[in-house]
C-alpha cells in the first residue's frame, strides 16, 4: 500500500481533493486491484466498508478534483435507475504529480 511518505504527491492530492491521504492511498489500492475496470459508486463504497451515501458523496469529491472518469452505466436489474459507473483516475494524477 502507498504512503504519503513514499508518494510526496499523495498528500498534496489529497488536500486538493478534500480527503486525508490514508483515503486517497486506500482508493489507489482498490484502483490497483479493479485492473481499469469500471465500478459504481455502490461497488466503491462496500470495497471501502462505507455505506452507499458516502460511496456517492467520495465519487462526487473525486469528479470534483478530477481523480475518477465517468464511464457510463449499467441497469442491473429492469427496476430502478441505472448505475453510473467510474473508472478510477488515482495512479495517474500520482504519476503526473511526481
Do not use: F
Request: aromatic share 2%; proline share 4%.
Amino acid at each position: 500500500m502507498w504512503t504519503h511518505r513514499e508518494h510526496g504527491g499523495l498528500e498534496d492530492l489529497a488536500g486538493r481533493a478534500g480527503l486525508s491521504p490514508a483515503t486517497l492511498s486506500r482508493l489507489a489500492a482498490v484502483e490497483r486491484g479493479l485492473g481499469g475496470r469500471l465500478l459504481s459508486p455502490g461497488e466503491l463504497a462496500r470495497a471501502l466498508g462505507i455505506t452507499d451515501p458516502s460511496g456517492r458523496r467520495l465519487i462526487r469529491k473525486l469528479t470534483d478534483a478530477g481523480l475518477v472518469i465517468e464511464g457510463g452505466s449499467t441497469q442491473v436489474t429492469r427496476k430502478g435507475r441505472p448505475a453510473r459507473l467510474y473508472r478510477l483516475a488515482i495512479t495517474s494524477a500520482l504519476e503526473a504529480a511526481e
